[in-house]
């Protein structure tokens, strides 16, 4: 009960989308080519649960001890892990020891050249006059949404180009909405934090 508990929440307290949890788990009653427990013991009901609510593979397919898997590789990414096979260590023991790979290879992301609007440089009363004085009904497609959609949009974002800049952000994989405002605030926030971490005061709270 305790091993299943612990594993449910290793995946749901952490940050982490990719998991693999190795080990002796000691639970010989569990036929995992088919991941369902061979008797009514609990522990081995939770654990087979747990198992499968968290979407995890089991990849030892041989016996670890006698005729029973008792050493595991749980797993969320078995397309990552390769080459797993046990065998005898020099020492004595009764447990085959499991040796397995995993691909850590990380494919570099393509740069790509993005472009955002400059609200700060906007000249948001040409804008106003110029999508006050639009013709949107000629955007209108009787019976027909998406190209009356698309119209509007083509219509919309003409005019927002011409009244708004665009610039060249450099750090292409960040999300556009994170400026150097929104950075400033983000960093005044870990500052307050700190603060108030280091000097708590009921007024710091509000």
């Known amino acids: 009960m305790a091993q299943a508990r612990e594993l449910s929440r290793t995946r749901s307290q952490n940050a982490f989308d990719q998991l693999i949890v ?9 036929d995992w080519s088919t991941g369902v427990t061979t008797n009514n ?12 609510d968290h979407y995890l593979w089991q990849l030892v397919n041989f016996p670890t ?16 892990i390769q080459n797993v096979a046990g065998f005898d260590d020099v020492l004595e023991t009764d447990h085959k020891l499991i040796n397995f790979e995993i691909n850590l ?8 050249e993005r ?24 955007c209108f497609v009787p019976e027909n949404i998406d190209e009356t959609l698309t119209n509007w949009c083509c219509m919309f974002l003409s005019a927002v180009d011409k009244y708004i800049p665009k610039h060249r952000i450099k750090r292409t994989h960040n999300h556009p909405w994170i400026d150097k405002e929104l950075l400033k605030l983000i960093k005044r926030k870990d500052m307050q934090r700190r603060k108030l971490k280091k000097f708590p005061s009921p007024y710091d709270l509000d």
């Open 115 to 138: 472009h955002v609007y400059d609200f700060a440089k906007s000249d948001w009363s040409s804008l106003k006059v110029l999508l006050s004085n639009s013709r949107w009904d000629l």
């Open 105 to 112: 290879k990380i494919q570099r992301k393509s740069r790509v």
């Open 65 to 80: 001890r006698g005729e029973n898997i008792l050493d595991l590789i749980l797993t969320n990414i078995p397309d990552k």
């Open 22 to 30: 190795c080990g002796d788990f000691n639970l010989p009653n569990i």
């Open 41 to 52: 013991n609990i522990i081995n009901q939770h654990f087979t649960k747990t198992v499968k």
